[in-house]
C-alpha cells in the first residue's frame, strides 16, 4: 500500500465524519476553504526547487543534540522532510513510510532528517509513537521552513478552529505566531544544490518515499 493511498484512506474515513475524530461536516468546509485559499496564494511555486542552493542549518534533535547540514553533507546526500507536527495524523504517516525507506536512502550513502516547528518534547513524541530512527529537528518560529519557502500564516479563521478543537500551536511549537511549513521533500547533494524538491500546500498529499531514489542514486555516482 502506497503512502498516499494510506493517506487517501485516512482522509476518507476523517471527512466521513468516522471514530475517534467525529468531525462534523463545518469543519471540513473549513480546512477546505484554507487549503484551497492557499493554493490560490501560488506559494508552493515560490518554495526553494530543484538547482537551487539549499540553505545551511544547525539545529536541535529531540534530545537537544545540534545538528548540522553541513556535517551531514560531507557524509554523502541529504534528505529533507518538512511536516507540521505529531498533531497531524497525516504527517505521522508519512514518518513512518519515511522510516520504512530509511534502509534504502541509507545504502545510496544518504542521511535522512524530518523538521518541524514542534519543541522538543514534541519531536520525541514523534519519535516514541512513529518507532523512528533518523533525527527529528526542532525548527524555532518555522525559520528554516521559511529560508526553503515554505513557512505560511494561518488565516485567523482557521485559527479560530484549531483553538475550538483544542490543537494549541503556540503550545506545541513554543511559538505564538500560529505560522506553519507547507509539506516539503527536499534531496540535497553533497555540493548544497538541491537535486529533488516536492512542495504541496494541500498537506494531504505526500510524494512518495520512493520518488527520492533516482536523485539519491544521481547523487551516489558523482563524488563528493
Known amino acids: 500500500m502506497t503512502l498516499q493511498s494510506k493517506l487517501d484512506a485516512f ?14 461536516p463545518s469543519v471540513i468546509r473549513t480546512m477546505h476553504r484554507a487549503t484551497a485559499e ?3 496564494t501560488g506559494a508552493a511555486t515560490r518554495a526553494l526547487r530543484a538547482g537551487d542552493r539549499a540553505p545551511a542549518f544547525a539545529l536541535n534533535d529531540s534530545e537537544g543534540q545540534p545538528v548540522s547540514s553541513d556535517a551531514l553533507l560531507a557524509r554523502g546526500p541529504l534528505v529533507i522532510s518538512f511536516y507540521r507536527g505529531v498533531w497531524c495524523p497525516y504527517c505521522n504517516t508519512e514518518l ?3 522510516q520504512e525507506a530509511l534502509s534504502q536512502f541509507e545504502k545510496l550513502g544518504a542521511s535522512l532528517v524530518a523538521l518541524s516547528p514542534q519543541t ?17 529537528l526542532s525548527d524555532p518560529h ?23 478543537l483544542k490543537n494549541d500551536l503556540p503550545a506545541f511549537n513554543g511559538d505564538a505566531s500560529w505560522t506553519l511549513p507547507m509539506p516539503g521533500r527536499f534531496v540535497v547533494g553533497q555540493d548544497g544544490v538541491i537535486l529533488y524538491a516536492e512542495v504541496n500546500p494541500d498537506y494531504t498529499r505526500r510524494p512518495e518515499p520512493e520518488d527520492m531514489l533516482p536523485a539519491l ?7 563528493a
Open 11 to 24: 482522509k476518507a474515513d476523517f471527512e466521513d465524519g468516522k471514530p475517534p475524530y467525529n468531525v462534523p
Open 38 to 40: 492557499l493554493i490560490a
Open 142 to 164: 518555522n525559520a528554516v521552513a521559511a529560508a526553503f519557502g515554505l513557512r505560511f500564516a494561518l488565516p485567523d479563521y482557521l485559527v479560530d478552529l484549531y483553538k475550538s
Open 96 to 98: 513512518r513510510a519515511l
Open 217 to 223: 542514486r544521481r547523487a551516489a555516482s558523482i563524488p
Open 120 to 136: 522538543a518534547a514534541n519531536s520525541r513524541k514523534s519519535v516514541r509513537q512513529n518507532a523512528l530512527e533518523f533525527p527529528i
